[in-house]
């Protein structure tokens, strides 16, 4: 995608790790998640910013052990390591820091679990959520669009995601996510094309 390099400029430029994606009406109370935790640089920021309740998934035992560690003290901050995508299912990831994939391979296999997003959800015991990043390095496509088709999608206020290019399909899929997220009642808050989006229901 050509336009890709100018848009990652346009969002350094507009200081988005620290504007767009930690501008949202959350307070105390709100419940966060992010998946595909990583070491929690974002979850860290979201937590200094509103004090709300955090859920991390991260499913690879490196990073997963970084979190424990950073949030070991703070009550207000859930764990699970997983991966989060249509099925309950093992299966295997390929470490690369933070652009490990279940799908975009390189010779790092890891065997993980992965979960369904109900199950995710009934295990951290929510019914709505204010805020969901979504980070999972090309598995977005498929989870988004299970979560259209099963409904689940409408437990969540605030979508902030990012696709991954050099997926089958990846610019058309994406389309179609988006046009299902507008006849789901979602707007667009912002859009850098495969940078980061956000979707806030209306």
Known sequence: MNLHPEIIKKW?????????NLNYPLNENSNVIELGGYIGVWSQQIIDKFNCNVFIVEPIEEFFQVLKQKFE????????????????????????????????NNENPNEIDFITIDNMLDMFKLNNVDLIQINIEGEEYTLLEHMIKTGTI??????????????????????????????NGFEINFDYPFVWESWYKK
């Open 12 to 20: 350094f430029e507009d200081n988005g790790d620290y504007t767009h």
């Open 154 to 183: 409408n437990f969540f206020k605030n979508i902030q995601i990012q696709f991954h290019l050099g997926i089958t399909d990846d610019v058309l899929r994406r389309e179609n996510i988006r046009n299902e997220l507008i006849k």
């Open 73 to 104: 003290k703070n009550n207000k901050v859930t764990l699970l390591k997983s991966a989060v995508s249509s099925e309950n299912k093992k299966g295997i990831i390929y470490h690369n820091g933070d652009g490990s994939s279940s799908i975009l």
